[in-house]
């Protein structure tokens, strides 16, 4: 079992590179990418990063040890037929860079079934490419879809789905409204046939998304929670990357919230 913790990109980064280069530098030895331009010109799309620099992500992280991954865009749903298109672009930068893992968001718009269908051209092009698939939970997706999302997966779905398994978005969790402020019920909630294999770790007060750096929100205060976390991951065997979703001023909290995690997975 093996828990590795990195961060990633942002949009309000003024350089597409700089929470990678952070990341390098400061012995993170997971990362993600996620483009997310915005209209105002922020952010960065797959297109503006050059074959020379996909390459020298590629290199670096491996000679650094560093597991990369990919969020998909958010607008990038499996349900909308526009989208196989924006999906090859993402898979494509994937391979490029060398990620093992490739992140979308759960839709629950036409139920299980279709999003699972809609699903399975995915499945095949990652399983193909040796990238795993890991699905998220949204602000709206609770851990009963999930456990009927991965009942349906392994029972139904024509495709191999032993490369798939669930993102675990912990703000999001906290703002399920089936769990609101109890993230840590959420996750019991989940069944054992649901594997976790990624997981996204931001705090809220249980407001909004607010995406605050761990232990400067809530478990600042208290960090029982963290702990039950932590716990509950390794009962499950959890061997995978925990990924900051915040660029935060200053950026050493990202070094604070790490050293902090690590203490408590070292604890037995």
């Given amino acids: 079992m093996r828990i590795r913790i990195g961060n990633q990109t942002s949009f309000s980064s003024a350089e597409v590179l700089r929470p990678f280069e952070y990341a390098l530098a400061n012995g993170f030895d997971a990362f993600e990418w996620f483009p997310d331009k915005k209209n105002d010109g922020t952010g960065w799309a797959e297109a503006d990063i050059s074959s020379e620099t996909r390459q020298f992500i590629r290199d670096t992280a491996a000679k650094n040890d560093i597991s990369l991954s990919v969020h998909a865009s958010l607008p990038t749903n499996p349900l909308d037929p526009e989208a196989a298109g924006r999906f090859t672009e993402t898979i494509e930068f994937a391979k490029d860079i060398g990620a093992s893992l490739f992140n979308i968001h759960l839709h629950m718009d036409q139920g299980i079934a279709a999003y699972v269908e809609a699903l399975v051209p995915l499945m095949q092009d990652l399983s193909k490419a040796g990238i795993r698939l890991s699905i998220e939970n949204t602000v709206e997706t609770g851990p009963e879809d999930f456990n009927q999302l991965f009942r349906h997966l392994h029972s139904s779905c024509p495709a191999d789905s032993s490369h798939v ?37 931001h705090e809220n007060y249980g407001d909004s998304d607010s995406h605050l750096p761990v232990f400067s929100g809530p478990s600042g205060m208290d960090p029982s929670g963290m702990e039950g976390l932590i716990s509950r991951l390794k009962k499950r065997a959890f061997s995978g990357c925990i990924i900051f979703e915040q660029w935060p001023q200053p950026q050493s909290l990202l070094n604070e919230t790490r050293n902090r995690l690590l203490g408590m997975i070292a604890t037995p």
């Fill in 165 to 201: 398994g669930m993102c675990l978005d912990i703000g999001h969790a906290n703002l399920c409204a089936a769990t609101r402020n109890d993230y840590l019920g959420f996750i019991d909630r989940l069944g054992g046939h649901v594997p976790v294999i990624h997981i996204h770790l």
